[in-house]
């Protein structure tokens, strides 16, 4: 739930914003600090060329990594928040959705589209994490239940993105629920014998580590992602003493077995359409 | 000793009156009924008042009373003492933060399983305070699957603060061990009843609290977050729990109203902690009656209402 700390804007993440972009534009690696431009940096899939850091990128990126041409059919593209508890901390929940749609241009913390990967049929929720934090709502519930649907339907794999600090607190129950509701679909996905791979980015945290994030077929990940159930924070509060180099990261979590394994960006797309095809032949 | 609560505290005053009224009646032989009826009517009215008005973080509170039954504490007065613990999740440990068992409700074997919190100093230590480890939650699973593979129904108790956030719990798959509960329990083959006797803090509660009938005690609470950790990150401050609580919705009353539990279980109206016999009652009786309807269901209806029943959940335009 480390969403409302200010990460440093990397990258942007919206489409809008990136068309804006004047060509030749230079884009800093938040890690080395070295320079780029914005097309060269596209270009190698937001990853740095020469320390390989992986900026936070969202899903119109993923989209168009993952995606054959680039071509994709997004599902349940308006589906929206409702105010159930009609929430207010220091802001009201209606305006806090709104304004974030505003700066955004995103409709909730997850897009849902179906496309091509190599040839092969595929189904991907992914979420943005500009988006509150990619948080876990009723809407991330309902679309992710619905894609599965949509695999089921026409067959196909599914793959989840996640890049989440877990559950949406503005929603407390409904939110918790969500963790149940997409579980409870995944195990109808595994009726039809239909793959799931979950794809574990920087950062997937909290209640989405504690429920789809760690169910895939095939949990993979991205390299130095913090993966975590309680975020570094509250286990540092909880133990009272430091934590250990590389804790809670990609590396971390596959040497304690529960990752498949790690991928680089730059060959996602290719490391997947190996995956995929052992399933398929 | 008993502990009151601060709002229990009129009641506190009125009981030590009684008690010492009678007290006085024993020593001077003066016939105190007439007073002594008086203060128990003026008891039983001022009980239900502060409980008939209680704000979501009273029944916080109360949830958390250091006098409420804890999960032991239920499965013995139901069972009648007829209940056996098991231990261990065959591969790291045995959590004493979760435990469970085969137990009998009137002939009828059950598998019950809860968290576990402790009754004093030492043993709140020793129970982790009521905060699983994976371990725990391995061991759930694995009672549970022992009780669908000799069709034996599920009942489990929630009381807990969360899931612990430990190093070592990170080590060995703390998101993980929820997640394939959550996962596992949503097929079970099996009726499964979940009951909230106390703390439902978030996925440390969903960890074991997938069923058929998911049920809350009356001054209990179950949330995405508890209302302290909620002030403090939404509102920055400790300060905000009463109004963490009142947003949250997180009471009997509002999860059911919501439609995220299916019922509320009535609470004896001094509250669980003070009248435990008729609270143990009145959950065997639920427990009986939830069994009733739910054992003569065939498996694959019992499973396709479970995950029908929370796919409903959620709110979207
Ligand atoms: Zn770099």
Redesign the interface.
């Known amino acids: 739930?480390s969403w409302?700390k200010r990460h440093k804007e990397g990258i942007t993440t919206s489409t809008k914003e990136k068309k804006e972009t004047p060509e030749g534009l230079w884009s800093k690696c938040t890690k080395c600090k070295t320079l780029f431009t914005a097309d060269d940096l596209a270009k190698n899939s937001y990853v740095c060329d020469r320390c390989s850091h992986h900026e936070r990128i969202g899903s119109e990126e993923y989209f168009n990594i993952l995606f054959d041409g680039g071509k994709f059919t997004e599902l349940d593209a308006k589906?929206?928040?409702?105010?159930?508890?009609k929430?207010?901390?220091?802001k009201d929940y209606v305006s806090r959705v709104k304004a974030t749609q505003k700066s955004t241009g995103l409709v909730d913390a997850i897009r849902t589209a179906k496309g091509k990967v190599d040839g092969l049929d595929l189904v991907v929720a992914a979420m943005d994490f500009s988006f509150i934090g990619g948080s876990l709502?009723?809407?991330m519930?309902?679309k992710i239940?619905r894609a599965i649907d949509e695999a089921i339907k026409i067959k196909a794999p599914f793959m989840i993105i996640s890049k989440s600090g877990g559950?949406r607190?503005m929603?407390?129950?409904?939110?918790?629920?969500?963790?149940?509701?997409v579980?409870?679909?995944?195990?109808?996905l595994a009726e039809h014998k239909l793959p799931y791979i979950s794809f574990l980015t920087d950062p997937t945290t909290?209640?989405v580590?504690?429920?789809?994030?760690?169910?895939g077929d095939l949990n993979i990940a991205e390299p130095e992602a913090l993966?975590?159930?309680?975020g570094p924070r509250?286990?540092k509060e909880?133990?009272g003493r430091d934590?250990p180099e590389g804790?809670?990261r990609s590396e971390f979590v596959l040497e304690?077995?529960?990752l498949d394994y790690i991928v680089d960006r730059t060959e996602l797309k290719e490391t997947l359409a190996k995956s995929l095809k052992f399933f398929k032949n | 000793m008993s502990v009151y609560l601060d709002f229990e505290e009129p009641l506190k005053a009125l009981e030590e009156q009684i008690e010492q009224t009678k007290e006085i009646g024993a020593s001077t032989e003066v016939d105190m009924t007439d007073k002594i009826n008086e203060l128990e009517s003026l008891l039983s009215e001022k009980t239900k008042e502060i409980f008939t008005g209680l704000t979501p973080w009273q029944r916080v509170q109360l949830s958390r009373h250091p006098d409420r039954p804890y999960s032991l504490a239920y499965i013995n007065a139901i069972t009648d003492g007829n209940f056996q613990e098991y231990h261990g999740d065959r591969s790291v440990k045995d959590d004493k933060a979760m435990i469970g068992g085969f137990g009998s409700i009137d002939g009828q074997t059950v598998m019950f399983i809860g968290q576990q919190k402790g009754i004093n100093t030492k043993m709140r230590q020793y129970r982790n305070f009521g905060m699983p480890n994976p371990e725990g939650y391995r061991k759930a699973l694995r009672l549970m699957k022992l009780a669908e593979k000799f069709d034996k129904p599920i009942v489990t108790f929630i009381d807990t603060p969360g899931a612990f956030p430990g190093l070592e719990a990170e080590e060995r798959g703390q998101g993980e061990a929820i997640a394939r509960n959550i996962y596992e329990m949503m097929r079970l083959k099996v009726p499964v009843i979940c009951i909230i006797i106390g703390e439902g803090a978030s996925g440390g509660a969903l960890g074991i609290g997938v069923g058929d009938k998911v049920v809350m005690l009356e001054n209990t609470w179950y949330s995405v977050i508890s209302p302290e950790s909620c002030s403090s990150i939404l509102w920055r401050s400790w300060d905000f729990k009463e109004i963490a609580a009142d947003a949250l919705k997180l009471t009997s009353t509002d999860m059911k109203k919501n439609g995220l539990v299916d019922e509320v279980i009535k609470e004896p109206i001094n509250g669980a902690h003070r009248s435990q016999e008729e609270m143990f009652e009145i959950v065997k009786n639920s427990i009986k009656e939830y069994l009733t309807e739910l054992s003569p269901q065939k498996a694959d209806k019992r499973i396709n209402d479970r995950i029908e029943k929370f796919s409903n959940m959620g709110v979207w335009k």
Do not use: Y
């Open positions: 739930m409302f589906l929206t928040s409702g105010d159930p508890l929430f207010t901390d220091t709502g009723s809407v519930g309902e239940a559950a607190m929603e407390a129950g409904f939110s918790l629920m969500q963790m149940a509701k579980s409870g679909k995944l195990g109808q909290g209640g580590t504690a429920s789809f994030a760690m169910l993966i975590a159930f309680a509250v286990v909880t133990i934590l804790f809670q304690h077995g529960f």
